[in-house]
């Protein structure tokens, strides 16, 4: 019986090019919140003026980006960012900063 190494040298190279679903989706989450860092703080954890948003139920996260995104809520820039997101990308987003600690 003869192994063709070709072939267990692409199977290998695709098991580990291939995330599992779970983690592909929490990478793709944390690269989204990574765009609110710059006022929200590292993990969402503020150390200025800007709310903290780690730890806030993922409901309340997505109603308020969902206020922002049609424009029912007043702010500087966040409603400008909100428009930038499908409803997709906000749940993602919510559900990402909603895991992280205070």
């Given at each position: 019986m003869s192994i063709?190494?070709?072939r267990v040298a692409l199977?290998?190279?695709l098991s580990v090019a291939v995330a599992p679903p779970a983690q592909a989706d929490d990478t793709?989450?944390?690269?989204?919140?990574?765009?609110?860092?710059?006022c929200h703080?590292?993990?969402?954890?503020?150390a200025?003026?800007?709310?903290t948003i780690a730890?806030?139920?993922?409901?309340r996260i997505v109603a308020l980006m969902k206020e922002f995104k049609d424009g029912k809520r007043a702010a500087t820039v966040m409603q400008?960012?909100?428009k930038g997101y499908t409803d997709?990308?906000?749940d993602a987003i919510a559900g990402w900063f909603a895991s992280q600690k205070r």
């Open positions: 063709d190494l070709s199977l290998i190279g793709a989450a944390r690269s989204l919140a990574a765009t609110c860092t710059g703080g590292t993990n969402g954890v503020s200025g003026g800007i709310p730890g806030v139920e993922k409901e400008q960012h909100a997709e990308q906000i």
